[in-house]
């Protein structure tokens, strides 16, 4: 410890260790110089003689601060403080790597966090690996489809909790938890909030503790509507309630019941589902209670939960699964209800529950931009790459010019291994300046990829945290080291390596130029392939969006204007003769209102959702495998829309709740599920598997094929009911407009609250920008793609202007020599011009290969195009030349005008 404090104390004084050392030198020569004169030396020669065996004084004083100081950490100063000057003496080589560095750093780290947060990172509770889900947790909803394996009632959670002997604890939530209107207290305006229906054990299960009262326990959630009670996420705290220390006196009032708020959960939880931030979490038992009034807390079959559980210690997961599935057989067979038909019962022999880790949750938004974020990682790490290669030919160039420099050192003792470190310690001092400006870009990039993931400037943003943290800024640290040693070893290896003596005689011959740019030229065919690899894929991409962008929805999608409602407000049953009024009254007003030519509700409109179901069709066998999407319209739908009708009719006023049930179908359903030839029109069909008299209804039209759910679907199979026969509760009205969308959409909502106040609007939007938010991840793949691959050839061209530039500098007595025996201008130019075309035609050649070779990875990411094709090629190859043809050009005319005279003096 005390030699620890010496040599702090050292460190810290210098100058005091210093001046002590020098006294103890001082007086030790002058004791030894006394004992000489003391044997009968002269007191010259005992001076000199004392010096002599002295030794040299520097050498001991560096001895010294070796054995009491810090000698490595003056020597990395030393190299730090070289290194500083080096790079300002070289404004621009050091102005380019900076940029470069930034550029590619924070791009890797800007795409690293949103792959972080969408799906590396782990769940913010308790030991997240011991969790596991029943099935994928993939599927949201409620389904019919009998023997489902990933969606579950909440009667089968109930015995699987309390008979399965492999999960230590088990939960279940909603699997379509959305938001709903609420009252915070006795505020006068609702808002929107987002509900999550849960078990009492789910927080439990999760291994979380409240930071205010209590959380959910299995108490709350054992009788139905009994327990009006509401946990709170902490951002709704903070934000809604603004941190209240009374939170506990706090309510929010969905529809007539009101909840009382018993706790606050920790900060960052939001539950399993990534991307999804819930403000509240209300027990099961209350599913009746919300704006909705869920009915299947009792109902065996109402499969519309997903269940997960954590696991027992020592259970492996081979053994859960097959205790799960024995579960599976014997619950589902033994309630009352369980119609155990033959049909039913082959479903159950094949029926097979997988058990899924969910250490990282479950997300749609991972299925969405997870495969589009890995490219662009792989993206990025090539412009990375680039960008190193850059640097590094830059260096090697430079490190060629210092060749004197190291020779003059090497001469005066300077080690090998010195100057590699002096090197890779201005190529670190590089990278960290370069780092810390690319973190500072990614913070920048971030916001903006947040908006463009979330669908734009007028979207709301996806809940997920892309903040600086603590794995990010590790990740950036590795990839900034990473970065200073990959471009940074090579030419300090070759600048240390150097003959001593011929580089002090003359380091500038066409020789040591011709062998030390090997390397060069190799890094700018490196560069130039990769590049080509970046352009093929971002004009692929490109077309690619602009093949979506003309797909035929089957509908025109300009004009139209959706008016996003919740009637759930109303207190009303969908089947209720007012509500089915109060939107015929709404229909009809806002059709009349100048400017609109059309207005119709719908359930769905394209992009957002579907009620699916299987469709028996008597005289053909049945298929549950046959997904039909339903849709629940009004008699306006058709015409707003411009669906074209193909046979039949459409809805109209003889279509009442009391009238014979009739349905619409798509053409493709006609020509695929219908025997051929036969005529659909007025033939009976039943929705769903059974042949009941309920499930009955009439064919009475077919329309033409449109998009449902995305762009990109092939063929889907979808039938119209009307609203009065199938009382659903319209969440959407369509309106086709002409004129100025501000002033319509103003008049539009008037309109519909002077039919009813109370009706809450939600938000008005068109269809061709819900269309453009449909396809957001391949907007951002194909736009980001395209920047990086124009800063892949930025780059690339600025690698070939400085190795070019170089070159010329280093060939100045050549070229003086050339034209002084009367060589052309333009010969010379094309001297050099051809060194450059060789290399980037040598470079497009590579990059081609790679580009078939890696084909299949871009696929799934195309629509109605092949990675391979022609015209992409092509355009990547005229956009490479156009940019790197001009770098090599100017340092070749700059050659072409060297004076001989002027060149021959060049030294």
């Known amino acids: 410890m005390r030699q620890l404090l010496r040599r702090l104390s050292m460190l810290f004084h210098r100058s005091r260790f210093n001046a002590d050392l020098e006294e103890e030198m001082r007086l030790h020569l002058e004791l030894r110089e006394q004992q000489q004169v003391a044997t009968g030396l002269a007191p010259e020669q005992a001076h000199r003689e004392t010096r002599r065996r002295f030794g040299n004084n520097t050498v001991l004083r560096e001895r010294s601060f070796a054995a009491w100081g810090w000698s490595w950490l003056e020597s990395f100063a030393q190299d730090t403080l070289y290194g500083l000057r080096s790079m300002l003496r070289s404004p621009g080589l050091t102005c380019v790597a900076l940029l470069s560095l930034a550029l590619g750093i924070g791009a890797n780290t800007a795409i690293f966090s949103f792959l972080d947060a969408i799906v590396l990172r782990s769940l913010p509770v308790k030991a997240p690996g011991q969790l596991f889900i029943l099935g994928d947790g993939d599927e949201n909803g409620v389904t019919d489809r009998y023997g489902s394996t990933t969606l579950y009632s909440y009667s089968f959670f109930s015995q699987l909790r309390s008979k399965n002997a492999v999960f230590s604890e088990v939960a279940t939530v909603l699997s379509f938890n959305g938001e709903a209107h609420g009252t915070i207290d006795r505020r006068d305006q609702m808002e929107i909030l987002s509900p999550d229906l849960v078990s009492g054990t789910f927080f439990s299960t999760l291994g979380v503790e409240p930071v205010v009262g209590r959380l959910l326990t299995a108490a709350d959630d054992t009788n139905e509507g009994a327990h009006p009670v509401a946990v709170i996420s902490y951002a709704f705290w903070q934000t809604a309630l603004a941190g209240a220390p009374d939170v506990l006196n706090h309510t929010v009032k969905f529809a007539d019941t009101t909840f009382t708020i018993i706790g606050v959960a920790p900060p960052g939880f939001f539950g399993i589902t990534v991307g999804h931030a819930p403000d509240l979490w209300i027990p099961m038992a209350m599913m009746n209670s919300l704006p909705a009034h869920y009915k299947g807390y009792k109902d065996n079959f109402y499969q519309s939960n997903l269940i997960f559980g954590r696991l027992k210690p020592g259970v492996t997961h081979a053994q859960a699964e097959a205790e799960i599935n024995v579960l599976y057989q014997q619950i589902t067979r033994g309630f009352p209800d369980a119609r155990l038909n033959n049909y039913n019962l082959s479903h159950l022999q094949t029926a097979h529950v997988a058990i899924t880790p969910i250490a990282t949750g479950i997300s749609g938004l991972r299925h969405q931009f997870s495969d589009p974020l890995k490219l662009l990682m792989g993206v990025t790490a090539l412009v990375l790459l680039i960008a190193c290669a850059n640097i590094a030919n830059l260096l090697l160039a430079r490190s060629t010019a210092r060749a004197r420099e190291f020779a003059v050192r090497q001469a005066l003792g300077a080690q090998r291994l010195r100057l590699v470190r002096q090197l890779l310690t201005e190529s670190v001092i590089l990278a960290l300046a370069g780092g810390l400006l690319g973190i500072a870009f990614a913070v920048v990039a971030d916001r903006m990829l947040l908006r463009m993931i979330s669908g734009g400037p ?450």
């Open 458 to 907: 007028d979207a709301d943003l996806i809940p997920i945290d892309v903040s600086l943290n603590l794995p990010l800024l590790g990740f950036s640290l590795a990839v900034t080291v990473g970065t200073a040693v990959l471009f940074g070893i090579v030419p300090a290896l070759r600048a240390s390596q150097g003959e001593v003596t011929g580089a002090l005689k003359d380091g500038r011959s066409s020789a040591n130029v011709a062998t030390r740019n090997v390397l060069g030229k190799v890094l700018i065919i490196a560069q130039v392939s990769i590049s080509f690899v970046l352009a093929v894929a971002s004009v692929l991409f490109l077309r690619s969006l602009v093949n979506l962008t003309h797909v035929d929805t089957g509908f025109p999608r300009d004009g139209v204007m959706l008016v996003n409602m919740d009637s759930s407000v109303l207190g009303l049953k969908g089947e209720d003769p007012r509500m089915i009024s109060m939107f015929s009254q709404i229909e009809d007003r806002v059709a009349a209102i100048p400017g609109v030519h059309g207005a119709g509700f719908a359930s769905f409109t394209f992009h957002q959702g579907s009620w699916n179901t299987s469709l028996n069709i008597p005289g053909t066998a049945y298929n549950d495998a046959v997904n039909i999407k339903h849709n629940v319209i009004s008699n306006g739908y058709f015409n707003t829309m411009q669906i074209p009708l193909l046979a039949g009719r459409t809805f109209g006023p003889q279509d009442t709740a009391t009238s014979h049930k009739v349905i619409i179908l798509s053409e493709s359903m006609v020509r695929d599920l219908f025997p051929a030839g036969v005529n659909p029109i007025g033939r009976h069909i039943y929705i769903g598997k059974d042949p009941e008299p309920r499930n009955d209804v009439e064919v009475v039209g077919v329309v033409k094929d449109v998009k449902f759910g995305n762009l990109q679907e092939h063929r889907q199979y979808i039938d119209y009911v009307p609203n009065p026969q199938h009382p659903w509760g319209y969440g959407t009205l369509a309106v086709r407009y002409t004129g100025d969308f501000n002033a319509v959409s103003k008049d539009v909502q008037n309109t519909i609250h002077s039919i009813n106040r109370t009706l809450t609007i939600n938000r008005v939007t068109t269809l061709d920008r819900v269309i453009e938010r449909s396809i957001t991840n391949q907007t951002l793949v194909a736009q980001l793609s395209t920047f990086f691959a124009l800063l892949a050839v930025f780059l690339s061209a600025i690698g070939i202007y400085g190795l070019m530039s170089y070159l010329v500098s280093r060939r100045t007595n050549e070229i003086g020599i050339r034209m002084a025996l009367g060589a052309a201008r333009s010969s010379v130019g094309w001297m050099i011009m051809r060194e450059i075309v060789l290399l980037v035609v040598s470079g497009i050649a590579l990059g081609g290969a790679l580009t078939l070779a890696t084909n299949q990875l871009l696929q799934s990411l195309l629509y109605g195009l092949k990675p391979t094709e022609p015209l992409s090629l092509v355009l990547a190859i005229v956009a490479l030349l156009a940019i790197a043809l001009p770098a090599a050009w100017l340092p070749a005319r700059r050659a072409s005008r060297v004076s001989p005279m002027e060149a021959l003096r060049y030294e």
